[in-house]
């Protein structure tokens, strides 16, 4: 079992068990998604205040648009980033290895000489001493990191303390501020310039030659987190794509954009929907990252999901090609059918019933009619069916009312055994099997 | 197998996992060959006299897409491991449990939670009776667990 083996070698909370360390267990599984029980990937808060990975939570919302853990209902749309965790979760996982590492190895090195009962309590500084040393070598990177965002905050701080003292700074420059657009100019100038080219409001150009800069660090800080936000300026993430309304679109429309996406527009309507919203659903997540995959990842990532649970999974295709247009992901046709068939059944009797009736109503006289039929003299009462017959006839082949009147009534005083040559005739033979069996139960 | 692995496949690796490290007393992974088809063992623990000395043998089956879909869980009969007595439970195995239906079912259950859910559903139980209709629906029932419209009578499970 080369899957099995392969899937023991991923880490699991319980790795802290055994070890001094096992207080970590606790600590990792706040790191782990719920619902694939990873570690945080791209970590998004829903409107509950719950955390799931983005691509999870994404497909959950899809499924049944509740939380996973309480079962409110949820939007895409109003997942917020939780970027703290997405720190901490990346600086758990780099640190984890080398931790994890330190609790397996044997502390028995350091105090050879110590009574048996105090070695567990030896194991805690001692612990707690390498512990100190070892992840302060392996995380000096982000150690590196935090102290450069905590200089870039320090240096925030300068800017806004000159930003606020800059309000009434006068720059000593022999020139006084406009009152109304605070241009700077000479004295002289300024009833002038009031009387002409004041624009009438401060302007921003102006205030800006000296202040922009902390002009935008305070936007930035405006916004919701703005702790180092990991690549500012460096690459601006993908748009995110739309969800889209599947049974609005036509098929046709769902290939197109299958094709402008650069997809596969190949299979059943329902792969086609399955495996757009599994795009946007992927797009999005990767959206939320903050080292976002290129696209061909992203493609080869479809087509795992392609062969393991889209088109090409191997238990699908076979409920797909039974029936398409069946909405359920796991169509099974042979139960359905079984299922049904009583009920196809009924609708067939109470059709065939319904019809009956209504021809028992069409005319009065057609009960005795049907009787007729069955009945082998057909002498007297043969008149008013074969006539009732040939009205039908007359609808069905599109032929004039006038019809009946033009052959004679001898030549359909037979009944029903003169009419089989013509078309209507076989028509009739039709019709008449159908209807005797209700008209006799009627009786 | 294609070395691509699903969602489904790499949750259930971690499920497996962990089963192998511990399980909750009474329940015990019986098999998992593959990442469709589990067995497990499950036995309740106090003294319910409906319960007691049996065990009970569960059969896990896992959709490609688990654990956004539920997994179908039925009990399975053999010569040691009975069907247990339950009015949520037919005698065919089939288990009415709004947790395994599509509406109650939620991403963040596993195996392992299924499993407890069973077990205390059966020691919480005081009736010894079939679901009403039990005769009829395991002669008729060719569906599958989870195609199956449960009506869910009782909350008091």
Redesign the interface.
């Given at each position: 079992?080369?899957?099995?083996d392969?899937?023991?070698e991923?880490s699991?909370s319980?790795d802290w068990?055994g070890t001094p360390l096992a207080g970590l267990v606790a600590v990792e599984q706040s790191f782990r998604c719920?619902?694939?029980?990873?570690f945080y990937n791209s970590p998004m808060l829903t409107s509950c205040n719950h955390t799931f990975c983005s691509i999870?939570i994404r497909?959950?919302l899809n499924?049944?648009g509740?939380c996973?853990?309480c079962?409110a209902s949820d939007q895409e749309s109003k997942l917020r980033g939780n970027w703290a965790l997405r720190e901490a979760v990346d600086a758990f996982v780099s640190a984890r290895d080398g931790m994890l590492r330190f609790a397996r190895t044997p502390v028995v090195t350091a105090s050879p000489s110590s009574p048996k009962r105090k070695a567990a309590e030896l194991d805690s500084p001692e612990t707690a001493m390498q512990e100190n040393k070892r992840p302060r070598m392996s995380t000096r990177s982000s150690k590196t990191r935090a102290a450069q965002a905590a200089a870039q905050m320090a240096q925030e701080e300068i800017d806004d303390s000159e930003e606020s003292d800059g309000d009434d700074f006068e720059p000593d420059d022999g020139l006084v501020a406009c009152p109304i657009c605070l241009s700077r100019m000479k004295p002289w100038m300024v009833d002038k310039h009031l009387d002409t080219t004041c624009p009438g409001s401060p302007q921003p150009d102006q205030a800006s030659t000296s202040t922009g800069p902390n002009h935008r660090s305070i936007a930035s800080r405006s916004a919701p987190s703005p702790f180092p936000p990991p690549s500012p300026s460096k690459t601006k993430p993908p748009d995110r794509l739309p969800a889209v309304a599947y049974a609005m679109l036509k098929d046709a429309a769902l290939r197109k954009k299958l094709t402008d996406l650069g997809l596969s527009a190949a299979g059943p309507r329902q792969i086609l929907e399955r495996r757009h919203q599994e795009w946007v659903t992927m797009w999005n997540a990767n959206c939320d990252s903050a080292r976002p995959k290129k696209r061909a990842e992203l493609l080869r990532d479809l087509?795992?999901?392609e062969?393991?649970?889209g088109g090409r999974?191997p238990?699908?295709s076979r409920a797909l090609n039974m029936g398409a247009q069946i909405r359920?992901?796991?169509f099974?046709g042979?139960?359905w059918a079984?299922?049904h068939d009583t009920s196809f059944k009924d609708l067939i009797a109470n059709a065939r019933r319904s019809r009956a009736q209504a021809e028992r109503k069409a005319g009065g006289d057609e009960g005795v009619g049907e009787s007729a039929n069955s009945n082998p003299d057909p002498s007297g009462l043969a008149g008013p069916p074969t006539q009732q017959q040939t009205e039908v006839f007359d609808l069905q082949s599109g032929s004039p009312a006038s019809r009946p009147s033009q052959p004679g009534p001898p030549e359909y005083g037979n009944g029903v055994e003169g009419l089989p040559g013509t078309d209507n005739g076989d028509r009739a033979t039709a019709l008449i099997p159908e209807l005797n069996p209700f008209a006799l139960h009627s009786q | 197998?294609?070395p691509?692995?699903?969602?489904?496949?790499?949750?259930?690796?971690?499920?497996?996992?962990?089963i192998h490290?511990?399980l909750p007393p009474g329940i015990d992974l019986v098999s998992?060959?593959?990442?469709?088809e589990w067995f497990l063992d499950i036995r309740v623990l106090d003294s319910n006299p409906l319960y007691k000395d049996q065990t009970y043998r569960l059969k896990f089956k896992f959709?490609?897409?688990y654990?956004?879909?539920p997994p179908e869980v039925v009990f399975v009969k053999l010569p040691d491991r009975p069907i247990p007595i339950h009015p949520h439970i037919y005698s065919n195995g089939i288990i009415c449990l709004d947790l395994l239906g599509?509406q109650g079912w939620?991403?963040?259950q596993?195996v392992e939670s299924v499993c407890m859910s069973l077990q205390s559903m059966l020691t919480g139980n005081t009736k010894d009776e079939r679901p009403p209709g039990d005769e009829d629906f395991v002669r008729a029932n060719?569906?599958?667990p989870?195609?199956i419209d449960f009506f869910y009578h009782d909350n008091n499970v």
């Open positions: 079992m080369e899957v099995l392969e899937a023991f991923v699991d319980t068990l719920h619902v694939c029980k990873d999870c497909r959950c499924a049944d509740k996973p853990l079962r087509d795992v999901w062969r393991t649970v999974a238990t699908m359920d992901k796991e099974d042979a139960a079984a299922k | 197998m294609p691509a692995a699903g969602f489904a496949t790499k949750r259930l690796g971690k499920e497996l996992q962990k490290n511990s998992a060959e593959n990442f469709e959709s490609s897409s654990p956004i879909e599509q939620s991403p963040v596993n060719r569906l599958r989870k195609d």
